[in-house]
Every structure is written in structure tokens, then in C-alpha cells.
């Protein structure tokens, strides 16, 4: 029995027992895509045992219903390692996600960029990960299933699909890889500055946790970063979480066309 079986429950109560495809996690400042989805909204706070985030600029829904011509979960943000300090903070969404028969997630997030041809309201396609918070959201897990293989976590098809959605939109979509941090401060020059040595190209403090996850439970996943600012210390920009959110609908307006093009198929 998993934590998420009541919940699978009470969703499948109101929003049918229909299984759907593909699992959508947006990020800050991204939530008006679930507002696109023609079905069932649930308040995370009516959900049995659902992590509730409060960080401003988050939705904090789950809809479902159909989206371009699929039925999907779309998940209204995310709770994250830096509100309670459980890195496993989101193994109940996917875990009903799961449940509700999808073998696919998209996550959005929002991230600083290392790389000027990468600027503020460009959107980056994480082609891999560091976890350069240590952290990892199967410590206590007691299966042989915590060995997850990492390699090729951001499934190489799905990435084609959405760089192929891209180039039809005419949008610019460039791969890099995502380094998690902590959160909830930003990082200082000096830590962007280790990270760009081993080979970041963004910084966020979400995704990394949900794609560990995500692979344990079998689905697959990709992952767009929204670039909101360039890394401390490389930019001019004040880094804030107002800055971020002020910044995301920009990229969060090509997000939609790729994925509308992706998921409309
Ligand atoms: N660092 C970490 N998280 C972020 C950033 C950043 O620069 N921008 C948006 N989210």
C-alpha cells in the first residue's frame, strides 16, 4: 500500500478512472498551463497526504483532463527540498502519477544560466544532472530498487521529440546540463563558479530530486529549464524570487508552444 492510494482514490472519484499518458510538473511563474486543461482541478491542500507547497508563484493544483488532445496530470508546482527539508518531497505526486497510469513526466523549472548564448528568457532542455546538494530522495528507501541506473535519465526520445517541437515553433532550444542547489538562498559567485567548472550550464533548486524519482517508479522524463536570470556573479540583474517570477511568463510563452506542439503530437 503507497501513500498515494487514498488520493488515487479521491482523484479517481471525481476526475474518472481513465488512465492518462503524461504527467506535466511546472515550475515557478509556469502554473498558467494548468489553467489550459479541460477536466478536474484539485486544490493540493484536498488531496489526502499531498505535499502542499506555499512558495509564491506556484499554483498549488493538480488538474487533469485533456490538454492538446491528451489526457494528462498537470501538477500546478512543486514542493521542494527547501521547504521541509525532505528531498523526497515529491515521491508522492509521482507516485500517483504513476498510479494514474502515466509512463511519461515533463518538469519545468526555473533556473540561472551559465551561458550567454543561454540568456534570460531563453529556455534550456536539460540533457543531464549534477546533484550538488548531496542529497538524494531514496536515502531510507529498503529495495534493491534505490540502485537507479542515472544513465540516460532524461529520456533521449523525449528530448528529440521536444527539440523537434522546438525547431517547428522556430524556437531556439539548447541542451545543457542542470546542477541542483539546496535552496532556499541562492548560490554565491563562488559556488557558480565551482559549479561552471564542473560543467553546469543552469542552476535551479528543483527537478534533480523529481527525476531520481521519477526513474525509480519507471517513468520516463524531461526536463526545460526557464532561464530567469543569469547565475550570480555573471550577470547585472538583482537575483530574486520576484526577478524570477517577473521573468518566467517570458520563456514560459515558448514553453507552451513546444509542449503544445509535443503533446498535440
Ligand atoms: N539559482 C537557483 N535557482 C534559480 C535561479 C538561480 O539563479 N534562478 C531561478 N531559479
Redesign the pocket.
Known amino acids: 500500500m503507497s501513500k498515494s492510494d487514498s488520493t488515487l482514490a479521491q482523484v479517481h472519484a471525481r476526475a474518472g478512472e481513465a488512465p492518462v499518458t503524461l504527467g506535466l510538473i511546472l515550475g515557478?511563474g509556469l502554473g498558467h498551463i494548468a489553467d489550459m486543461v479541460e477536466g478536474e482541478a484539485f486544490d493540493y491542500a484536498e488531496l489526502t497526504g499531498f505535499p502542499v507547497s506555499a512558495v509564491s508563484g506556484h499554483s498549488a493544483k493538480l488538474v487533469i483532463g485533456q490538454l492538446w488532445g491528451q489526457r494528462v496530470a498537470v501538477f500546478g508546482g512543486r514542493a521542494h527540498y527547501y521547504e521541509r527539508g525532505r528531498a523526497d518531497a515529491m515521491r508522492m505526486p509521482l507516485e500517483l502519477l504513476k498510479a494514474l497510469g502515466a509512463t511519461r513526466v515533463i518538469l519545468t523549472n526555473?533556473?540561472?544560466s551559465f551561458r550567454p548564448d543561454i540568456p534570460p528568457g531563453d529556455l534550456m532542455l536539460i540533457s543531464d544532472h549534477i546533484n550538488f546538494s548531496g542529497l538524494n530522495p531514496l536515502i531510507g528507501e529498503d529495495t534493491d530498487d534505490r540502485f537507479v541506473n542515472m544513465t540516460n535519465a532524461y529520456d533521449p526520445e523525449m528530448r528529440a521529440g521536444l527539440k523537434a517541437a522546438a525547431k517547428g515553433e522556430n524556437i531556439t532550444l539548447k541542451s545543457g546540463v542542470y546542477s541542483w542547489?539546496s535552496?532556499p538562498s541562492?548560490?554565491t559567485p563562488a559556488e557558480i563558479n565551482a559549479l561552471k567548472i564542473l560543467g553546469t550550464d543552469a542552476?535551479?533548486?528543483s527537478t534533480v530530486p523529481e527525476v531520481i524519482l521519477a526513474r525509480f517508479l519507471g517513468l520516463d522524463a524531461a526536463a526545460i529549464s526557464v532561464i530567469?536570470?543569469m547565475?550570480?556573479g555573471l550577470g547585472t540583474e538583482e537575483?530574486s524570487h520576484s526577478h524570477?517570477k517577473n521573468m518566467a511568463p517570458i520563456g514560459a510563452a515558448k514553453l507552451e508552444k513546444i509542449l503544445r506542439r509535443f503533446i498535440g503530437g
Open positions: 515557478s526555473a533556473a540561472g542547489y535552496g541562492f548560490e542552476v535551479g533548486m530567469t536570470n547565475a550570480a537575483i524570477t
